[in-house]
T-cell receptor, first 110, second 115 residues
Framework: DAKTTQPTSMDCAEGRAANLPCNHS???????VYWYRQIHSQGPQYIIH???NNETNEMASLIITEDRKSSTLILPHATLRDTAVYYC???????????FGDGTTLTVKP | ETGVTQSPTHLIKTRGQQVTLRCSSQ?????VSWYQQALGQGPQFIFQ???????GRGNFPPRFSGLQFPNYSSELNVNALELDDSALYLC??????????????FGPGTRLTVT
């Protein structure tokens, strides 16, 4: 599976959009981009995933560049409860075998 | 719909002992993956079970073993515990290990401390 690069940490003001970048320049054609988050000491929570089209659900939007070498997770109106470690994973058909990197620690500030 | 559950929540063991951790997958899911998460790091893939067979393994020694049962629940067994095995052990289930891509749903984890 392709490797990903994420910033170590980011801050965001409450109520503003949080844009979390992920670089996956070695992604293959059949690999999906997944985002999970982990709030302190809990199990990771699935957020969203996509192959090449942009995706949106009730939690977030996922923007994938046309060359698929990078993506951005957007939390449209961040709240304090969105403070967590966000993991970007690139995986082929079976995402259950992925190893997570160190992720981005997002801190939402009042 | 019942989510992924794990037991026990916390466990303290002594070096050299053996431990069994348990996981019940989400309803309708037939694939279970196990992860080890050391403090301050992301989860590391241990192995996956699909329809009671091991379906992939990460870089973990054979003393880490598992089982999946007909109801798709699963166990992780670790023999000859070492201090470095102290970690949060996470179980995740998904709908299929087949061709389509499905998201995983994680349990709350078991915190194992080896002294």
């Amino acid at each position: 599976d392709a490797k990903t690069t994420q910033p170590t940490s980011m801050d965001c003001a409450e109520g503003r959009a949080a844009n979390l970048p992920c670089n996956h320049s070695t992604i293959s054609g059949n690999e999906y981009v997944y985002w999970y988050r982990q709030i302190h000491s809990q199990g990771p929570q699935y957020i969203i995933h996509g192959l090449k089209n942009n995706e949106t659900n009730e939690m977030a939007s996922l923007i994938i560049t046309e060359d698929r070498k990078s993506s951005t997770l957007i939390l449209p109106h961040a709240t304090l409860r969105d403070t967590a470690v966000y993991y970007c994973i690139v995986s082929s058909t079976n995402a259950g075998k992925s190893t997570f990197g160190d992720g981005t620690t997002l801190t939402v500030k009042p | 719909e019942t989510g992924v559950t794990q037991s026990p929540t916390h466990l303290i063991k002594t070096r050299g002992q053996q431990v069994t951790l348990r996981c019940s997958s989400q309803s309708g899911h037939n694939t279970v993956s196990w992860y080890q998460q050391a403090l301050g790091q992301g989860p590391q893939f241990i192995f996956q079970y699909y329809r009671e067979e091991e379906n992939g393994r990460g870089n973990f020694p054979p003393r880490f073993s598992g089982l999946q049962f007909p109801n798709y629940s699963s166990e992780l067994n670790v023999n000859a515990l070492e201090l470095d095995d102290s970690a949060l052990y996470l179980c995740a289930s998904s709908r299929s290990a087949g061709q389509a891509s499905y998201e995983q749903y994680f349990g709350p984890g078991t915190r194992l401390t080896v002294t």
